[in-house]
């Protein structure tokens, strides 16, 4: 075994976002977070990943809440902490792609509500799909973390990724992130990957993954090996299963070896004893679903992130389906393959999840075939890693649902601004909108119908 680097090492928290994302299908609400930010602020992270994701879908859909002002108190109450978010490159924190406009327009946004770095993905590695929100990051002057979507292919290599992390430097990326979202990168492919990317660019590099095969806290140990920069990690009560490794025992074990976190252990103690109320409440009501705690070894062959597993338990659950659980994951890499093998990641993780779940529940496989899969087929998302099946790309034609748009919203901002009318407050308002139509609408006419019955008083608090 090669001598471990001594350098220090940061930690990225992923409790606000990404661990609750994965365990909880993104249904921590704010008033969950608030009673213990105060003590993450003093904690010495590298950064706290807090937004974006499908936090701000959740937000809208489920929780009655709105992200931008989320993202506004989480500020205000770590006034000493780097935020974080996640985003989706050309497709933002929506399905779709949307114009120049609406993502420079949003970066800004997202930048004046509170955040400081921001790691960019495309969900089939295509850098043209990243190349507006880098330079409007970068514009905006703040981090810009160029992500690659790491996954297990005929066409995906040591070499593609270095190729693809070599672009993203040329772009200006201030920093390289292994997007490992289903967890399947060995401990043995996390030290050659890194050393490879430690050679070919001169940027940090940082790894993501996930415990859902049991492999990241050795990934993670032979990464630091290597010479990684950053990792991400949950608070424990929100590790393991489908979620990130833990904080405390990473830290614990990177001490002892003489690595440096700048982690104060006594804070995370307390920080630990708030979430695991917050667990056991989800445990309670059913949020929580244990499946999603446990090792799958078999996510070694289907290669589904801890995210999409939750949501896909969740979309069967409301179907009554649950017992077919283990049919639609063998059902995943058949369909992923179909399409030219895109990494399971938002957004293609949800479309080749819900393909695999109709394909499953209907009992014909592509009898139906989603909109958004029929724009993928034909190029609407950008260019497929590998080859799309044959088969499928005639049975999307003689269904004759093929189209390179996926719906009709507004092409500006202007547009959106008039479809909403007064229902728009702020700037932020028309973005929701352009995310998520039908749910900011809903949301907005809540909003409404809710200062309207408030008191005088209230109404004059609230403006405060």
């Not at 649902?401 to 479809?419: D, F, H, W």
């Amino acid at each position: 075994m090669a001598e471990v680097q001594k350098k220090p090492v940061k930690i990225v928290e992923t409790v606000l976002r990404d661990a609750h994302q994965s365990l909880l299908a993104t249904r921590m609400t704010t008033d969950q977070m608030l009673p213990i930010v105060d003590k993450m602020d003093k904690v010495g992270y590298y950064a706290v990943e807090c937004w974006g994701g499908a936090t701000f879908d959740s937000c809208l859909r489920y929780l009655n809440e709105d992200p931008w002002e989320r993202l506004k108190i989480i500020r205000n109450r770590m006034p000493n902490s780097k935020l974080q978010m996640l985003l989706r490159g050309r497709n933002l924190l929506g399905y779709q792609p949307y114009s120049d406009e609406i993502i420079r327009n949003f970066i800004r946004c997202c930048v004046k509500n509170g955040i400081d770095i921001i790691r960019i993905f495309d969900a089939l590695n295509d850098i043209e799909n990243i190349k507006v929100a880098v330079d409007e990051t970068i514009r905006q002057g703040v981090h810009a973390s160029g992500a690659i979507c790491y996954t297990i292919s005929p066409v995906h290599t040591l070499d593609s990724y270095v190729t693809l992390a070599k672009q993203m430097e040329a772009l200006g990326v201030h920093s390289i992130c292994i997007k490992d979202m289903a967890g399947i990168l060995s401990p043995q492919q996390a030290f050659n990957l890194v050393t490879a990317l430690k050679k070919a660019v001169n940027l940090p590099i940082v790894l993501h993954t996930h415990c859902t095969t049991g492999l990241a806290f050795m990934t993670c140990i032979k990464a630091v090996e290597a010479g990684v920069d950053v990792i991400d990690t949950a608070i424990s009560s929100f590790s393991g299963g489908s979620s990130q490794p833990a904080t405390e025992t990473l830290v614990y074990a990177l001490e002892e070896l003489g690595i440096h976190t700048g982690i104060d252990q006594s804070v995370l103690k307390k920080i630990n004893e708030h979430f695991t109320s917050v667990r056991q409440e989800a445990l309670t009501d059913g949020t929580l679903n244990p499946i999603v705690l446990t090792t799958d070894t078999n996510a070694l062959l289907y290669q589904i992130p801890g995210g999409m597993l939750s949501n896909l338990i969740s979309q069967l659950k409301t179907q009554h389906a649950e017992h077919r659980f283990y049919e639609v994951l063998q059902e995943v890499p058949k369909v992923r393959k179909e399409l030219g093998y895109p990494p399971l990641v938002t957004p293609m993780s949800q479309m080749v999840g819900a393909q695999a779940v109709t394909n499953i529940l209907t009992g014909s496989r592509y009898h139906i075939i989603g909109k958004e899969i029929c724009a993928y087929v034909n190029g609407a998302y950008g260019t497929a890693p590998g080859n799309i099946d044959e088969t499928l790309k005639n049975l999307v034609q003689e269904k004759q649902q093929a189209s390179n748009t996926i719906s009709e919203l507004p092409k500006s901002m202007s547009a959106a601004a008039k479809e909403l009318g007064e229902l728009a407050e702020k700037e932020e308002d028309i973005l929701s909108y352009l995310a998520f139509p039908q749910t900011a609408i809903s949301f907005f006419k809540n909003r409404k119908k809710e200062k309207e019955h408030c008191c005088p008083y209230m109404i004059t608090q609230l403006s405060e």
